[in-house]
């Protein structure tokens, strides 16, 4: 299993970014996946995830309306759409594969995690 996010960078607030993260190893129209962030400092936080079973996806309280998680079965890949970015949202975010098709931002609920792609919003 192999997960390795693209697409991090340093932006103003309000701005947008789109991470992808590319997807070998497995099949992934029998996992859910989904994107965690870790701030310096901070503890690892669920941001999205998408179930395989019914392509039902889920954010989390602070990036409900701002981030938005699709994936792309046929070209194994995941992205993440962020919008309206705060400063709050810096940080490493990771691609990550669910243990089964339910989708969860608990992060015992994962089992495989990329690399890490870093956002910085700042002025």
């Known amino acids: 299993v192999q997960l390795v996010e693209s697409g991090g960078d340093s932006v103003q607030p309000g701005g947008s970014l789109r991470l992808s993260c590319a997807s070998s190893?497995?099949?992934?129209?029998?996992?859910?996946l989904g994107w965690f962030r870790q701030a310096p400092g901070n503890v690892l936080e669920g941001d999205s995830c998408?179930?395989?079973?019914?392509?039902?996806?889920y954010d989390a309280d602070s990036v409900r309306g701002r981030f938005a998680i699709s994936r792309d079965n046929a070209r194994n890949s995941v992205h993440l759409q962020m919008n309206n970015l705060k400063p709050e949202d810096s940080g490493v975010y990771y691609c990550?594969?669910?243990?089964?098709?339910?989708?969860?931002?608990?992060?015992?609920?994962?089992?495989?995690w990329g690399q890490g792609t870093r956002v910085t919003v700042s002025s």
């Open positions: 990550v594969r669910g243990r089964g098709h339910y989708c969860s931002l608990l992060e015992v609920d994962f089992d495989s």
């Open positions: 190893g497995f099949n992934l129209e029998y996992y859910s």
């Open positions: 998408s179930s395989s079973s019914d392509g039902t996806t």
